[in-house]
């Protein structure tokens, strides 16, 4: 989103707020240091305060008043990680926009190899990617079945264990905010999105304190990316009936050969059809569930309502800034 005057600005750095407050003064000041490195003096820092419990967005908002290339968009309530990085997309300015997270677990250092790749090739994204994923072993297991999961379900492939860490050109990113998806899962669409995009190994840091992403929330965004991006669940619930009613017959045809052979037995006799009854009544509630979910998904999509809804930017959009000092 440009404001008058905006059209010199070079470069974006875009992101977003959720319990920051102990790491913002190391990454701004990173951020400042490699900018400086790459000569870059026409730039914003745009942050998105997505409902952030903490005074981060005071911390913020008291940085603007001292240095204008600094902003902040804040949202009216937490929207989630994905839709507040499209807020911060929507409201930056520059002609390239690096999208990164401010925990300092991937640092804004590594935003000059990826000028660097981006300058000596035809790209319009270069992002990172993990090679070995970070953490304990439960960490590294849990996002190799993640992505392992979503690529083979998925209509549109997405690099193994990528990173929030981009570097886009202006055309990439108007495009991506022209998907219009409020079902939103940023990798899956950023990878929808084409053009020429490149991947650069890095390596994640540690990060201090806990981490927000629990596992319940890293299963619900597995179910949000899958249903998002694939019908094959649809697909699978049918071939799952299909099956599960060739069982039946089958067992019927058993009973009854079996009846007729042996009218005394009754080794297929209450206890069987009530285990078959069960099981396949659960594979039909699955079936069910599945359909419903993708109804929700719909139903979510035709609503239209907003992805985030912005309670206030400052500086203002009539205020100056992305301007040297």
């Known amino acids: 989103m440009k404001a008058p005057g905006d059209e010199a600005c070079v470069l974006s750095v875009v992101s977003t707020l959720y319990g920051s407050r102990t790491f913002l003064p190391e990454f701004v000041a990173q951020c400042h240091e490699v900018l400086a490195e790459l000569d870059i003096d026409k730039f914003e820092i745009v942050f998105v305060d997505d409902g952030s419990p903490d005074d981060s967005a005071h911390w913020v908002r008291e940085q603007c008043r001292v240095d204008p290339r600094m902003r902040l968009v804040q949202l009216s309530r937490n929207f989630g990680h994905h839709k507040a990085a499209l807020a911060g997309l929507a409201h930056a300015c520059g002609e390239r926009v690096f999208l990164i997270d401010c925990d300092l677990e991937v640092p804004p250092l590594f935003l000059k190899r990826l000028w660097s790749r981006m300058r000596d090739s035809a790209a319009d994204v270069v992002y990172g990617y993990q090679e070995v994923r970070k953490g304990g072993w439960i960490e590294r297991w849990g996002g190799k079945l993640f992505w392992s999961l979503f690529n083979s379900l998925s209509d ?39 053009f020429v995009q490149l991947g650069l190994p890095v390596e994640k840091l540690r990060r201090s304190g806990r981490s927000s992403y629990t596992l319940y929330k890293r299963a619900a965004l597995l179910l949000e ?101």
């Not at 202006?170 to 950023?190: S, T, W």
């Not at 659960?282 to 569930?289: D, T």
């Not at 239209?304 to 203002?316: A, G, M, T």
Request: charged share 15%.
């Open 156 to 194: 549109s492939p997405v690099q193994e264990s990528v990173v929030t860490e981009r570097l886009m050109t202006r055309r990439y990113v108007d495009a991506l905010l022209g998907l219009g998806d409020r079902n939103v899962f940023l990798a899956g669409m950023m990878s929808w999105t084409g």
């Open 225 to 325: 990316a899958v249903t998002s991006f694939s019908a094959k669940p649809l697909y699978a619930s049918l071939w799952v009936g299909a099956i599960s009613l060739l069982i039946s017959f089958a067992n019927a045809g058993y009973v009854v050969v079996n009846k007729l052979i042996d009218p005394a037995s009754t080794a297929l006799g209450y206890p069987s059809v009530v285990a078959l009854l069960t099981a396949f009544f659960g594979l039909l509630m699955i079936s069910l569930g599945v359909v419903g979910i993708y109804v929700a998904r719909i139903f979510v999509q035709t609503q239209q309502r907003p992805l985030f809804i912005v309670k206030d930017i400052e500086p203002s959009a009539s205020e100056p800034h992305c301007n040297d000092d």
